[in-house]
């Protein structure tokens, strides 16, 4: 199989455009900024009087926001605890804690799913090298004397990947394992303008696009830079995506192209948001109702249009009706147009168009409704109801399981995205602690540890009934302890082993202060 990336290949390849444009367009939509709903309405409405005030009056609600939001709300609301498998104060365990702690990776996983919701995929990527980027100081040393760069050591990182600029390759006869992956991203350097710009052009710098590559294969990193020329739009998919033609094969400024990793499995991770068994590709949250998320915007703007027009109705009546201290004894006095009849004709009235404003209303609940359904969401989640629909506010039940049985569709949801998560979120902690291993072997002072595959409890995000809960288990055990103190600790206020062991040594310092180190059965003994 030959690379994606080469002289003469298309970027973004003519395979992955329409991937990206989703991504692009889901991300739209998140943002509350549809541009295409919009065009939509406005060729419905064209060559009509509407056509100029619909800009104006263009309403677009931003309902996905929420509905993405939630379910990452459901899965870390409740930080999981990492655990390895090994005592509390064991190397593995303070290793894996610390990686934890020092990625922030509780947030990190609430924004990939978001992500993933709205684009159907997201990547992570575990590499070793310092947190901090140091490029500024390092420019700032070239320029002044005395500047000295911090120390930056190195560290396993856990990141997220813009999943628009990732381009796995199959394995041979599979659709789903990758064989390699690619992040090749576009970058435009400033560079001194050539004859032709800057005589015609006038012209003393110009922007040239550079693409950077570095693809992942087992046990090893590949970096290549090419040259790019512009070869067009592509607007096929509903999101306008620049292409190139890639060019010449530049040098990258690195000390060596190909980066040796140590481990034998590729250091991106994909995290999809719902997947078939015969694509690797996933299916976010916005792409099998966009086109209801559009008739919603549509019906809205519609209502909206017809509130603004018969707002100030147009009147008729009797052509000498009007204020009898003005200039002009027939000014009309209503503030809008007036049509004049004769007495004979009729009364004053005004003319009310019937804009069949419920039957909008009622379209516009069904629509919403579906929304819900569609995302396996129900509408009292949110504390309300938007449309008459009714399944109450959510709040009437009070039993653990009463609440449980009413949250099944989402928790259902939340748990098939967990699955995904799960899986990668374990590949990139082990991945982590291999790199980390295998980059400081060696290494004077360092102490070497076992990489261990984790594991993750979860927690649902709902509330708990957890007096019932304890009812439950002192009855199944005959009133026998269930957990011992540092999980308890560590599972009510979702800490760590190292945190949860702070809080027991300052329990029992509480208690020898109290009690005193002597045995109170001294004071009982009987003195013959």
Known sequence: MSKL???????????????????????????GKQAEIYERATEILKGTPHEAQ??????????????????????????????????????EQAR????????????????????????????IKTYYAPRADVTMTEELAAEYEGITLPDTPAEPIIEAVDAAIVFPELSRG?????????????????EPAGFVDSKLGRMSTVDVPYLNVERHVPGYIVHERFKLSEAGVVNEYGYPLSTYTIGDRV??????????????????????YKTTDDDWRGISGVEKIESVLAAINDRLVQIDYILWKHSDPIAYGPDDIGDDDSDEPNAVRWGGKYIPVGKE?????????????????KELDILLGLVFQMSETPQWL???????????????????????????????????????????????????????????????????????????TWHDGIPRDEKAEAEVYAIRTGNKPTVDVKSAIK???????????????RIDDDEARVNGTVYSSVFNEVVV
Do not use: C
């Open 382 to 456: 949110f504390g309300t109801t938007l449309s008459s629909d009714k399944g109450g506010t959510g709040t009437s039940h009070t039993d653990g399981g009463a609440i449980k049985a009413r949250f099944m569709p989402i928790l259902t949801k939340v748990k098939r995205i967990r699955h995904h998560v799960d899986k990668v979120v374990r590949d990139a902690l082990w991945t982590a602690m291999q790199l980390e291993n295998a980059a400081n072997a060696g290494v004077e002072g360092y102490r070497p540890y076992d990489a261990v595959y984790p594991k993750i």
């Open 96 to 123: 894996l804690n610390a990686i934890v702690e020092e990625n922030d990776l509780t947030q990190m996983i609430h924004e990939t799913v978001i992500g993933a919701g709205y684009r159907g995929d997201s990547f």
């Open 54 to 91: 619909l800009k104006s009056l263009y309403i677009a609600v931003n309902v996905m926001d929420v509905m993405l939001t939630k379910p990452a709300d459901l899965m870390v609301a409740e930080p999981p605890t990492f655990e390895s498998g090994k005592a509390g104060d064991s190397a």
């Open 174 to 190: 599979s659709r789903k394992k990758f064989a390699a992956v690619n992040i090749a991203w576009v970058e435009w350097v400033e």
């Open 251 to 272: 040098a990258t400024g690195r000390a060596s192209d190909i980066e040796p990793t140590g481990i034998p499995q590729l250091l991106v991770h994909h995290i999809p």
């Open 345 to 361: 004709d009729q009364i004053p009235g005004y003319m009310v168009w019937n804009g069949q404003l419920d039957a909008a209303f």
């Open 5 to 31: 990336f080469q002289k003469g290949a298309q970027y973004p390849p003519a395979a992955d455009i329409e991937r990206i444009s989703k991504y692009y367009r889901g991300r739209t939509i998140f943002a």
């Open 491 to 505: 599972r009510m206020d979702g800490l760590d082993d190292t945190q949860a062991d702070v809080i027991l040594t």
